[in-house]
């Protein structure tokens, strides 16, 4: 049985990860998200747009 050739490129996983990550987002108007990568296809990091460390959401007003 021959490998599979129908998988996703790097770009397309990182990009998945990263929209995965900007639905922890709790804005609701602006959703973003992140993945830092190394030139050896590594996540460094993850991320997306929120509150500071230590900042409370409930106390902030969402509206533009």
Do not use: H
Not at 16 to 23: F, N, R, S, T
Not at 30 to 38: D, E, F, K, R
Not at 46 to 53: C, D, Q, R, T, V
């Amino acid at each position: 049985m021959a490998k599979r050739s129908d998988y996703i490129s790097w770009d397309e996983y990182f990009m998945g990860v990263a929209i995965l990550a900007a639905q922890r987002s709790k804005d609701p108007n602006t959703q973003v998200g992140a993945c830092i990568v190394s030139n050896d296809n590594k996540i460094l990091s993850i991320g997306y747009n929120g509150m500071p460390l230590n900042c409370s959401d409930d106390d902030f007003t969402w509206e533009r």
